[in-house]
């Protein structure tokens, strides 16, 4: 897809503010679509907000994960607002686009096409929990680590509990982009990474000769060369930092844009790519406070501050309304820029959670969810919305869309962006969305912000999402492992070994949550990831008794379970777990199975009915079983991220998992 758009220059330039309108192109682009599921009949049941122009809605259905949307399942009228997929499957996640086809003519086709709206939703009846998330590496620059040391040991620990497995490595002030790029391509290619949390100034990235591609003659922001204010050249693009072994060139130049950073020449270490160069695989986020001086507040004053209010969000302190702000200043272009928020809001929301207010007046008397706001925007400002000093005295959502120009050089002293997650509470991701819409739907159902992130980025012609799709210049601002429910954890753990030290029994006071499923209980070699389950079904009781620990320390972790309903539908939720460690055990040394990008997990290492098979490859996945004298006993093909395989049809013993060249040791009792 060419982005060529000297024919639309005007509605271009984000800097030009529109007054609000009752209909605007952007609720012409949406479907505001939600599910309700209903276990008994095994029916997922669609429903939308009808449109006064719609001539028509067809519904689309494929597997999570899969690109292809195939043939519509149903054409439906235009005064016709719900659809009912019957006979699905439990635990199983279907993924449903609503077209909506309109009266309007489309503006950008040319061949007078009618304009469509679209909704996406991630629906399930009783999704699976989600027991490990991969391998996240926070890097974090000296002077963050020498002064919250504290700060820091809880965010390893709020991500182990999360299901990640987690490293860090400390960054020198002197380290440049390339350290930076090595020292991640090291960890993908060794120990696995999926995910990368920058804690402070890291360095930044930049790629993109906007401007000087014909095929990308404005930035994403629409200043180009004629412009005063030309945001030519490169923009800063973190998704580098995700793309393993891609054809990044540095053989172009333009140096049309006003800022220096943005100025790119030959061979500058600048990149000149305005299209990822291949499969974004790791998830990067940023939380970089520095150089806020608009904060009377320290860099370390507000990082700590951030760490501290994010801890309190992941275990269930923060309350805020579950419901979503949209404030649109460019309502009149025909973009639609906040369509993708209306769309993914309602599915996560459900029916009429959505109003459209002033950001900054609403959030002053109640705190809410989510936000989008659009106007157009300088490196500190967005008008309509207000400047970045703003952020010192007041608050946005927590997790918050903000749309307008210049604001993606997130770099800047005072940036807009990161001004609204140095926030004295909420404030806890912030994204530029519009040019590309977002892909945030699947939040709905458990998802994190990393899963989103790599939708997103990866994201080209599959989502209805805007001009400059796949472009690295998407930032994300916040802690990428965060989701958008929280569940209250358990607490006071105990431990206590038996006589002679060959048992575990695990202790813990009941979570405060109502209407839990009942808990899950871990082991690991290791206090900050790595833990196996060990129950595949949650137990009602605050105790649980492991008879084969590892041989010497043990760390178990212990997380509550809670079927959560939101605007797609059912999932089983998890908290964060609580973790003790315990030592001088007898039982098994602990064998630490190293996957390559971690592509496979397999797990519980004892079962006597299911086991759960994580991938990070979509696609179709051939497995066998193998009994203890190598002679086969299943086999199948499996598609998605995540799987479950019956084996309660075996005999109690020692059985092998294969699958991708990789073996897999489990008992079945």
């Known amino acids: 897809m060419k982005i060529r758009l000297q024919l639309y220059t005007i509605i271009c330039i984000l800097g030009i503010t529109s007054s609000l309108s009752a209909q605007t192109y952007a609720d012409h682009r949406a479907v505001p679509g939600y599910a309700e599921v209903d276990k008994n009949a095994k029916t997922i049941t669609l429903k939308w907000e009808l449109a006064a122009n719609a001539s028509s809605y067809t519904i689309y259905r494929r597997a999570l994960g899969t690109k292809s949307w195939g043939s519509a399942i149903a054409n439906l009228n235009a005064t016709t607002n719900t659809y009912a997929d019957a006979g699905v499957q439990l635990n199983t996640v279907y993924e449903y686009n609503i077209v909506k086809t309109t009266t309007l003519v489309e503006p950008f086709s040319g061949s007078g096409a009618k304009l469509q709206g679209n909704s996406y939703i991630s629906a399930a009846i009783e999704k699976a929990p989600t027991h490990t998330n991969g391998k996240i590496w926070i890097l974090i620059a000296k002077n963050l680590s020498d002064s919250l040391t504290t700060e820091i040991n809880t965010l390893k620990q709020d991500l182990a509990g999360d299901g990640w497995d987690v490293g860090t490595e400390i960054i020198s002030a002197t380290a440049t982009v390339g350290d930076v790029k090595s020292f991640i391509d090291g960890k993908a290619k060794g120990t696995g990474c999926d995910a990368v949390y920058l804690l402070g100034n890291i360095p930044v990235p930049y790629s993109g000769t906007f401007c000087r591609d014909p095929n990308y003659l404005y930035p994403p922001d629409g200043h180009a060369a004629t412009d005063p204010n030309s945001h030519c050249g490169a923009w800063p693009a973190d998704v580098y930092y995700g793309v393993i072994d891609g054809n990044w060139t540095d053989t172009d130049s333009t140096t049309i844009g006003k800022r220096a950073e943005n100025k790119n020449l030959i061979g500058d270490g600048k990149w000149d790519n305005n299209r990822i160069p291949g499969e974004v695989t790791i998830a990067v986020g940023r939380v970089d406070l520095s150089r806020l001086p608009v904060f009377s507040k320290t860099e370390i004053e507000l990082t700590r501050n951030y760490l501290n209010k994010a801890h309190e969000y992941k275990i269930g302190n923060t ?12 309502s009149s272009f025909e973009e639609g820029f906040s369509s993708g928020a209306i769309r993914d809001f309602t599915a996560h929301l459900g029916e009429g959670k959505i109003i459209n207010a002033d950001m900054f007046n609403t959030t002053a008397l109640e705190d809410y969810k989510f936000s989008y706001v659009c106007g157009g925007g300088s490196y500190t400002s967005c008008n309509g919305v207000g400047v970045s000093a703003d952020y010192t005295t007041k608050n946005g959502a927590l997790f918050n869309h903000i749309f307008g120009s210049f604001f993606g050089d997130y770099d800047v002293q005072n940036n ?21 819409k977002w892909i945030t739907h699947g939040l709905a159902m458990g998802e994190s912000f990393a899963d989103c992130y790599l939708k997103t980025q990866n994201n080209f012609q599959d989502y209805d ?19 958008t429910n929280t569940v209250m954890p358990a607490s006071n753990m105990a431990l206590n070994a038996n006589g002679d030290s060959s048992s575990a029994t695990v202790t813990w006071d009941a979570s405060t949550e109502t209407g839990i499923q009942g808990y899950y209980v871990y082991r690991s070699h290791k206090p900050f990831g790595g833990y196996v389950l060990l129950n595949t079904t949650p137990t ?26 939101t605007g797609s539908g059912s999932y089983v939720n998890l908290s964060l777990g609580i973790s003790a460690e315990i030592n001088g055990m007898k039982g098994d040394p602990a064998s630490i199975m190293v996957l390559k990008s971690n592509q496979i997990k397999v797990y519980p290492t004892a079962t006597n009915s299911m086991l759960t098979l994580e991938s990070t490859n979509n696609g179709q996945l051939k497995y066998s079983i193998l009994n203890s004298l190598a002679e086969e006993v299943a086999k199948g093909e499996l598609t998605g991220i995540l799987n479950q395989v019956s ?5 109690s013993g020692m059985y092998f998992f294969k699958a991708e060249g990789q073996t897999y040791k489990f008992i079945k009792y």
């Open 465 to 483: 999402a805007n001009f400059y799709q796949n472009s690295p210049h998407l930032g994300f601002m916040g802690d990428v492992s965060l989701r």
């Open 647 to 651: 084996v309660s049809h075996l005999a």
């Open 540 to 565: 009602t009781s605050t105790s649980f008794v492991d008879n084969a620990p590892y041989d010497g320390t043990n760390h178990y972790m212990v997380r509550t379970a809670k079927l959560t309903t």
């Open 416 to 436: 807009f962006m990161r001004s609204s997650i140095a926030t004295d509470k909420l404030g806890l991701v912030c994204i530029w969305s519009g040019r590309p």
């Open 319 to 330: 309350v805020v309304f579950d419901e979503a702000i949209i404030e649109n200043n460019f």
